[in-house]
């Protein structure tokens, strides 16, 4: 069974940083393409930052270009994402999402079948 677990949520001061991890298990994703979106409150879920299958190719929403960094460890199955200066407007549920088929690099949430259960991000002003 597939699951995708993220953590490292929490309530963060305005200018602080926080790394989220999420974790694969149940199949191997090495091929392929994952990614970060969020859900503010009162928004539609949103693209931010998606990382190929090396990690040598990486997309960001421009709304993050600068603050957040995404990475993944294939040898462990898990994606991260540094984010740096969280403004107030960061506050949403993080997901975490593989796309389906390998080597891809869409942002549009109907490539993703595989999604995690979010983690809370609170950035306090």
């Known amino acids: 069974q597939v699951r995708l677990a993220e953590s490292g949520g929490g309530l963060v001061q305005a200018g602080g940083s926080l790394r989220l991890s999420c974790t694969a298990s149940?199949?191997?994703?090495?091929?392929?393409?994952m990614a970060w979106f969020r859900q503010g409150p009162g928004k539609q879920r949103e693209f931010v930052a998606g990382?190929?299958?090396?990690?040598?190719?990486?997309r960001y929403a421009d709304s993050v270009k600068g603050r957040f960094t995404i990475s993944r460890d294939n040898a462990k199955n898990t994606m991260y994402l540094q984010i740096d200066s969280l403004k107030s407007e960061d506050t949403a549920v993080y997901y975490c999402?593989?796309?389906?088929?390998?080597?891809?690099?869409?942002?549009?949430?109907?490539?993703?079948?595989?999604w995690g259960q979010g983690t809370q991000v609170t950035v306090s002003s």
């Open positions: 999402a593989v796309e389906g088929a390998p080597f891809g690099l869409e942002s549009k949430e109907s490539y993703f079948p595989f």
């Open positions: 149940g199949r191997d994703f090495s091929g392929h393409f």
């Open positions: 990382i190929n299958w090396s990690g040598g190719v990486t």
